[in-house]
């Protein structure tokens, strides 16, 4: 008998359905039963990729005396921390302030006041490496629950009261200058790994939001440094096991320094991220690794990750079936010297080795290795090559694939409209400007109510039911203002002001300029959650403070610009200190430095060859977060585009900041020069 997830749109929580555990959503409900029935709430929180998730799953809620002891002693709720992203951050929070540490899957024992009093993450079947077992941890709990209900009570009460006095030091409302950005980046030089790129040590995330500060620093600076060490870092990334060289796209870390053994699984966040750093790299530096990887990205992207609809789904999973019927983390992209021969034959499969460092010992489990691009002197033939990769990528299609997470998330779907949008726009691929159009398509339709008001998730068309939170706002936002410079269409500015008038209405503290994120008319949880710390993804705060200086720079509202200065004011405390945690916020100061820049480029239409070489070449400028609108003259498709007539008949552009404007350019020669220095 299928469980109360049956009906839920989460992939995750649909995993779960079959379970003997009597799992409940999240939902008042759940609580209710909780309190009339006198029993405590299992909170179980993870994500349909998660490798340790479904390993506990496997162990513990598919075991039916475990699931038969659940369902006598708690009310089991299970929650999919994409779809509820409040939920998993407060009660993490008070996981990682109780034991110092956190991750997936996250077990928390609740009151039915949703109060916690007993945390961990992993439990095990059986006790191991000094854990209890998942076993012995419920019947303690329930112990504690039946014998000694008065302390548990005083514990979860102390823990709530502890949380709501971890305030975070805001730094006040005032922005980074000169000083803070500098010092960002001298911390960021004192942790840089040299010899291998990218920051700090095993396990090694790929730092995109970090890469983009300094592409943005070198771009308004011209330090040498900050460009040396983004595009090292994407150099080592792009030739390691984590880059999937048959196939595009990025898994989501690296256990080790080397970025030679990934964990497995394919986010869409982490490509859309990575796809935009990699064609701003090329936009820097003309590098043709830059290039090919950008374009993989986003080929990867449309091929694997795009739904029936036109979004982008979430997630491969890390595992898949080996052959055998076993479940294998990284079963379908390592390779053994075997397998090489029986796909290319002998003599290709032995350049193949060579080409992509696969060794008879292996870098990865039972003689397996994971396809990288080590650096060699040895000159393989193009042609050749290529021929194997195609051939690879043929019989690696054949194996069982990975389960896909089909959930749309919002904000990661903005993130793939910023990157498809100009990767399309940089590289003369119009198909992947319509694959951004088409997954914002599908956030107007499916994910916008007649108010504007985002949800946060979506499947196979139909909308959830959970309410979307600030990076949701924040990330579509930056995803429609980017789909507006590169198509010229001002439709999507007014989308991108409809969602920021939200965050100002309903996310900001009036009095700090803080922001939540969650809005102020959203499920009351223990705590409302607020972290400005970038991580896998742009905080809310980041992301919306990005988007706020670019609509500010658009359309000339005070209010926006306004309210993303004084957002960045955490900024100026965290980003000499935590500068990796905070890389897209240092990224929006860097904008925020340089003006950011204003460009209108007007002609007598959108297909006058001299209109879209000025309107290219404003799309290819460095300068830190530069806006860009195009439209014929006269157009009020774009505030920017009033009062720009042409200039003696012909196509032109304008660049102001700062209130002073140059003087109109016919020639993007000129232009170029004007987005550089």
Sequence with gaps: MPNRLAHETSPYLLQHADNPVDWWPWSEEAFEEARRSGRPVLLSVGYSSCHWCHVMAHESFEDEATAEFLNTHFVSVKVDREERPDVDAVYMEAVQAATGQGGWPMTVFLTP???????????????????PSFRQVLEGVRAAWTDRRDEVAEVAGKIVRDLAGREISYGGTEAPGEQELAQALLGLTREYDPQRGGFGGAPKFPPSMVIEFL????????????????????????RGGIYDQLGGGFARYSVDRDWVTPHFEKMLYDNALLCRVYAHLWRATGSDLARRVALETADFMVRELRTEQGGFASALDADSDDGSGRHVEGAYYVWTPEQLREALGDDDAEMAARYFGVTEEGTFEEGASVLQLPQRDEVFDAERVASVRARLLERRAGRPAPGRDDKVVAAWNGLAIAALAETGAYFGRPDLVDAALGAADLLVRVHLDEQARLTRTSKDGRAGANAGVLEDYGDVAEGFLALASVTGEGVWLDFAGFLLDHVLARFVDEESGALFDTAADAERLIRRPQDPTDNAVPSGWSAAAGALLGYAAHTGSEPHRRAAERALGVVKALGPRVPRFIGWGLAVAEALLDGPREVAVVGPSLSDEATRALHRTALLGTAPGAVVAVGAAGSDEFPLLADRPLRHGASAAYVCRDFTCDAPTTDPDRLREALSS
């Design 113 to 131: 006041e949703a109060e916690p009093f007993y945390f961990g993450t992993y439990f095990p079947p059986e006790p191991r490496h000094g854990m």
């Design 215 to 238: 592409l943005r620093h070198h771009a308004r600076t011209g330090a040498e440094g900050a460009l040396q060490m983004a595009a090292d870092t994407c150099e080592r990334m792009a």
